[in-house]
């Protein structure tokens, strides 16, 4: 190993602590959203410091910030790579935690803090390379843009898609990306170590409820009630179970599996045997059918008045190729009497093939002889939902080599949030190799 990619392995290390420290909470509210204008701030004096020329954007809204470059490659006539994070981050209440959750404190082997695995680990890498690629004079085959955006936790409105509409150009000729939630490892009983690459993901409908009836004093006979009537819609959304639904990635997924494993996933009992995965289980199982979970419910202002609307909003994540089935299930459960509106973020889907994933399986093997790749689906969304629109082909490619008996997926938007100390070192040198092999 060079002494120069060790600088930037710990230089990713000291990098994701010191955005870890910067409060970049996104609430989804701009009345208590604290945005993500210090952080991108932070980015772009590193980068400018380095000799990039950036692409500063405030996006609109409080202190919404995006920080874009691009590092030309050797080959101007190859399609460029599309590398983004996100510099937001969740809420976190301090009392729970056992670190301050904006310590950043390096400790235990572990970077802790809220942003830790989502995704301020994957930024400090992003930085930490860049970085090193400017330091050496090091020119990747292909153009490599970078790209560190706002609002990823609220949809993207002030980041991913945003720029989408309104700045496209600053990802001409790009054709494939790569971002979080992918290339971590999962190790199954027998020891074997697997890396699973998101080759898909979940759509996502932010659903806003409501119901009307006819307003009055609790005293009386009321057979018009806003609430009673909502209440009884969500009750029936919250009882209902969606189909299981084998999507390609999720099929790939457990076929890889069992070939790693022997373990057997027969379709006429999918839940109980993806139960086997462990900790996995919670992830994988969230796969295999649509979900709509009601997050919020608000009606009245008065224990004695009948209100006239009741309302409540609903985190509803749809598989691939399920839209319409979806929509027409969830009407059939809501009934003609509830409004909806919704912020519709579409479903992900690529396949496992190609130049790009030849060149993460071998950045992978590389650094840990013997391990196995895997594509997956994953239950959540990334700003991968934005870029598509651009004819980008996403994957979920933020590699981390991670202890048998973490509890990675608990991690994200968790108490605790950490990532490991060497899991950063090891990712830093596999996007190394594999933006030098892509």
């Known amino acids: 190993m060079s002494p120069e990619i060790e600088r930037a392995e710990q230089e990713a290390v000291s990098l994701t602590s010191e955005l870890i420290r910067i409060d970049s909470t996104n609430t989804g509210d ?84 809220r942003g830790a695995v989502d995704m301020k680990d994957m930024d400090g890498m992003m930085l930490a390379l860049a970085l090193h690629y400017k330091r050496h004079n090091i020119v990747p085959p292909r153009d490599i843009v970078f790209a560190f955006l706002a609002d990823e936790e ?22 494939e990306a790569i971002s979080e939630v992918g290339g971590f490892s999962v190790t199954f009983g027998d020891g074997v170590r697997a890396y699973l690459i998101e080759t898909a993901e979940k759509g996502i409908r932010w659903l806003k409820l409501r119901a009307h009836g006819a307003p009055g004093h609790g005293s009386m006979v009321h057979k018009d009630n806003a609430v009673a009537k909502l209440a009884a819609a969500v009750t029936r959304l919250g009882n209902h179970e969606f189909p299981i639904v084998l999507t390609d990635s999720l099929r790939e997924f457990l076929d890889g599996v069992s070939e790693l494993t022997g373990m057997e996933f027969p379709e006429d009992d999918l839940e109980g045997s993806i139960g086997k995965l462990g900790n996995l289980a919670r992830m994988v199982g969230a796969t295999i059918r649509d979900t709509a979970n009601v997050t919020m419910f608000n009606g009245g202002y008065k224990s004695n008045v009948i209100p006239s609307t009741a309302t409540a909003s609903v985190d509803c994540r749809i598989l691939p190729g399920r839209e319409a089935a979806f929509e027409a299930e969830l009407d059939a459960l809501l009934g003609p009497d509830v409004e909806r509106k919704w912020l519709a973020l579409p479903p992900v889907e690529t396949s496992f093939d190609g130049a790009i994933v030849d060149a993460m399986k071998a950045s992978i093997v590389a650094e840990d002889p013997g391990a196995r ?3 997956y689906l994953l239950s959540a969304g990334t700003d991968a939902k934005s870029f598509q629109r651009l004819g980008i082909r996403n994957f979920g490619f933020s590699p981390l080599k991670l202890p048998p008996d973490l509890d990675f997926s608990a991690l994200f938007h968790g108490i605790d949030e950490r990532v490991p100390v060497e899991a950063l070192k090891f990712g830093t040198r596999v996007l190394d190799r594999f933006i030098r092999a892509s």
């Open 30 to 113: 701009p009345e208590t959203l604290v945005g993500e204008r210090s952080a991108a701030e932070f980015v772009a004096t590193k980068l400018t410091e380095a000799g990039y020329a950036i692409e500063y954007v405030e996006s609109g809204g409080r202190d919404r910030h995006n920080v874009i470059t691009r590092l030309e490659g050797s080959d101007r006539t190859r399609p460029g790579l599309l590398i983004h994070g996100h510099l937001d981050v969740v809420p976190a209440e301090p009392s729970e935690w056992s670190v301050h959750p904006f310590s950043g404190a390096i400790q235990d082997g572990y970077v802790w803090g």
């Open 154 to 175: 609220a949809g993207g409105q002030y980041g991913a898609s945003w720029l989408v509409e309104r700045r496209p150009e600053l990802f001409e000729g790009v054709s």
């Open 373 to 375: 790749t895997l594509p």
